[in-house]
């Protein structure tokens, strides 16, 4: 079993930077392709960035490609999200998931979530 827990979030101006951290303990963690999803107030949670365990290619949701950047440090078990020029509407709980197949943009295929980190962007 994959435990998984966030950190970095926080509170950050518009246009500033904040980097999630996710690590993760039990079974090997860098056999999984890792994802980040976020869950507004009021909306569903939606996918926003991935990382294949086999290649390092990486996925993003429209909303947030040229300005987050997913990476990930197998020897620390540990799988980033950077965010950079953030905007208000990237208010949200941020998760980390792992998954054991390819389906990288469909959240509902990843089956291993962390608790959630908060971050807002103040305007």
């Known amino acids: 079993q994959v435990l998984l827990a966030e950190s970095g979030g926080g509170l950050v101006q518009t246009g500033g930077s904040l980097r999630l951290s996710c690590a993760a303990s039990?079974?090997?963690?860098?056999?999984?392709?890792k994802g980040w999803a976020r869950q507004a107030p009021g909306k569903e949670r939606e996918f926003v960035a991935a990382i294949s365990w086999t290649t390092g290619r990486t996925y993003y949701a429209d909303s947030v490609k040229g300005r987050f950047t997913i990476s990930r440090d197998d020897a620390k078990n540990t799988v980033y999200l950077q965010m950079s020029s953030l905007k208000p509407e990237d208010t949200a709980v941020y998760y980390c998931?792992?998954?054991?197949?390819?389906?990288?943009?469909?959240?509902?295929?990843?089956?291993?979530w962390g608790q959630g980190t908060q971050v807002t962007v103040s305007s």
């Open positions: 998931a792992v998954l054991s197949g390819n389906d990288y943009t469909n959240i509902h295929a990843y089956n291993v």
């Open positions: 039990g079974r090997t963690f860098s056999n999984y392709a």
